[in-house]
C-alpha cells in the first residue's frame, strides 16, 4: 500500500477550537442535568419518595433510580454508535441535545408524590431512562468528532475542551443550587425552588442546538466514506477482532468514571448526609475545586500531547491509589480546612484523567467502527461502574458503618486500572487515528508527515486487511 500524500487531513485549528465549544456547550448541558440530580437529591428523595420513612433510604431509592437510568446507555450507544458510523457523527450530535433538552425540562415539570403517589417517580424514571439513551451517543460522539477534527499533536489538549464542557455544566449547576439555597427557605426550597435549575435546561439546549448544527463532518469521516472498499463490520466481528482494545477501553471508562461520579455526583450528598456539611458550604465547596479543575484540565491535556498518555494516565491512577483513602479520612476529619483539602486531591487528580480520556479513547478503533465500539463500550462500563457509582457508595457505608469505604472502592479500582494501562496501553499521544493518514494544521506538520510517513499508523489498515 503506497502512501498518498493527498490522503493526509489537513484541519484549520481555529475551526477546530470552535468545533470543540460546539461539541463542549452539548457537554455542558447533558451534566448540567446529572449535576443538579446530585446536588438536589436529598430535596428530590423527599418530593418523589416521600413513602419512604427511613432518608438514607430515601437517598439510595434516589441514586437508584440515578444508576437505573443508565442501563439504556448500551442501547442508545447502539443505536446511535450504528447511525454515527453511517451517516455521520453530527447527525447524532444535533439529535442526542435536543433529547438531553426534553428529558430536562421534563423533570422541572414533575408532580411529587404527595400529588399523584407512585406515578412521581416512575415518570421521573422515565425522563432519566431517555437522559440516558441520549446521553449513549451523546459523549462518545463528541469524543470521536473532536478526536477527528484535531490535529494529531494537539489532540488531547482539544479533546480536554469536552471535559472542560463536562465541568461547565457541573459549576453551573452548583452554582444555581447554592444561589437558590442561599435566597429560597428550605421550605420554598423543597416545594418550587428545585424546579427552577431543570427549567433552564430548554434554552441551554436550544443553545446548543443552534451550535452543533453549524458544524461540518469530520474530515476523516469523509475520506473514509470516500473509500469504495469499506465494508460494515458486525458486532461480532468486532468483539472477535478488538477484543484487546475493547478491554482496556473498558477499563480506562470505569476507573475514570468511577472516580468522577465519586467527586461530582456522590460528594455533595457524602458532606450532607455523612460529614453534616450544610448543603450550602459543601455545594459552594465543590464548586471552588472544580472551577480549580478547569486549568489543570487543559493543563494535563496539553502535558498529555508532550509526554504521553500513558504517562499521565500512570500519574493519576498512581495518586489515586496511594491517596484515596488519605483524602477521605481528611474529609471525615470534618473541618473545613481538612475538608477543602481531602476534595482537592481527588480534583487534581480526576483532572489528569479529564485532559486524557476524550483525545485517548477514540484512537483505540479504526474510523469505520470507531463511533459503534467506542459508543457501546464506554456506555456498558459506565452503566456498570460510574453511574451506579453514588448508589455502591451509599450502600458501601450503609452496610459496613465505615464513612472510609468509599475510599477502598476507589483505592481498588485505581489498582485494577493501573496494571491495565501498565501493561496493555501503549502511548498514541501524537500518531495519527488507527488506519488513518496523519491529520495537520500547519505546512511544517504537513511535510513531516510527507517526509516521515511510517511515524503514523496509515499502514495498519494494510495490516488489518491481512
Not at 74 to 94: N, S, Y
Request: aromatic content about 12%; charged content about 15%.
Amino acid at each position: 500500500m503506497k502512501f498518498n500524500k493527498k490522503k493526509i487531513n489537513v484541519v484549520d485549528i481555529q475551526k477546530a477550537k470552535k468545533s470543540v465549544f460546539a461539541t463542549g456547550v452539548g457537554n455542558a448541558m447533558e451534566w448540567f442535568d446529572f449535576g443538579l440530580y446530585s446536588y438536589l437529591a436529598v430535596i428530590i428523595s423527599q418530593n418523589f419518595f416521600s413513602a419512604v420513612e427511613n432518608d438514607e433510604l430515601k437517598l439510595v431509592f434516589t441514586f437508584a433510580t440515578f444508576a437505573i437510568a443508565f442501563l439504556m446507555r448500551p442501547l442508545g450507544g447502539i443505536i446511535f454508535g450504528k447511525i454515527g458510523d453511517k451517516l455521520g457523527r453530527k447527525v447524532v450530535l444535533t439529535t442526542t441535545i435536543i433529547l438531553m433538552a426534553f428529558s430536562t425540562l421534563l423533570i422541572g415539570l414533575l408532580p411529587t408524590y404527595d400529588q399523584i403517589g407512585i406515578w412521581a417517580p416512575i415518570l421521573l424514571l422515565i425522563a432519566r431512562i431517555i437522559q440516558g439513551f441520549s446521553t449513549g451517543g451523546e459523549y462518545a460522539g463528541a469524543m470521536v468528532y473532536i478526536a477527528e477534527s484535531s490535529p494529531d499533536n494537539k489532540r488531547n489538549m482539544l479533546g480536554s475542551g469536552l471535559e472542560i464542557g463536562t465541568l461547565t455544566g457541573y459549576i453551573l449547576a452548583s452554582l444555581l443550587a447554592s444561589t437558590l439555597f442561599i435566597i429560597l427557605s428550605d421550605e420554598q426550597m423543597a416545594s418550587w425552588g428545585w424546579r427552577i435549575p431543570f427549567l433552564l435546561g430548554l434554552p441551554l439546549g436550544l443553545i446548543g442546538l443552534y451550535l452543533r448544527k453549524s458544524l461540518e463532518e469530520s474530515p476523516i469521516f469523509e475520506n473514509e466514506l470516500s473509500d469504495d472498499d469499506v465494508q460494515e463490520e458486525s458486532f461480532l466481528s468486532i468483539l472477535k477482532n478488538h477484543k484487546k482494545d475493547i478491554l482496556v477501553c473498558f477499563v480506562v471508562v470505569a476507573f475514570f468514571n468511577i472516580t468522577n461520579y465519586m467527586l461530582l455526583s456522590y460528594m455533595p450528598s457524602y458532606l450532607d448526609e455523612i460529614i453534616g456539611l450544610s448543603s450550602t458550604v459543601g455545594t459552594v465547596l465543590i464548586t471552588v475545586i472544580m472551577i480549580i479543575m478547569v486549568p489543570l484540565t487543559l493543563m494535563f491535556g496539553k502535558l498529555s500531547d508532550k509526554i504521553g498518555n500513558k504517562t499521565v494516565f500512570l500519574i493519576g491512577l498512581g495518586g489515586l491509589t496511594l491517596l484515596s483513602v488519605l483524602a477521605f479520612y481528611l474529609i471525615n476529619l470534618n473541618a473545613l480546612v481538612f475538608i477543602s483539602l481531602g476534595i482537592l486531591i481527588l480534583g487534581v487528580l480526576l483532572s489528569t484523567y479529564e485532559g486524557t480520556v476524550p483525545g485517548s479513547l477514540p484512537t483505540m478503533f479504526y474510523t469505520d467502527i470507531r463511533y459503534r465500539t467506542l459508543s457501546v463500550t464506554f456506555n456498558v462500563s459506565v452503566s456498570i461502574f460510574g453511574g451506579t457509582t453514588p448508589l455502591v457508595s451509599t450502600w458501601l457505608v450503609h452496610q459496613t458503618g465505615n464513612n472510609l469505604a468509599p475510599a477502598f472502592y476507589l483505592t481498588a479500582v485505581s489498582i485494577i486500572g493501573f496494571l491495565v494501562i501498565a501493561f496493555l496501553f501503549k502511548s498514541t499521544s501524537g500518531k495519527s487515528l488507527k488506519g488513518s493518514y496523519p491529520t495537520v494544521a500547519s505546512k511544517s506538520d504537513y511535510q513531516e508527515a510527507v517526509e516521515n510517513p511510517k511515524d503514523s499508523l496509515w499502514w495498519q489498515a494494510e495490516k488489518r486487511e491481512e
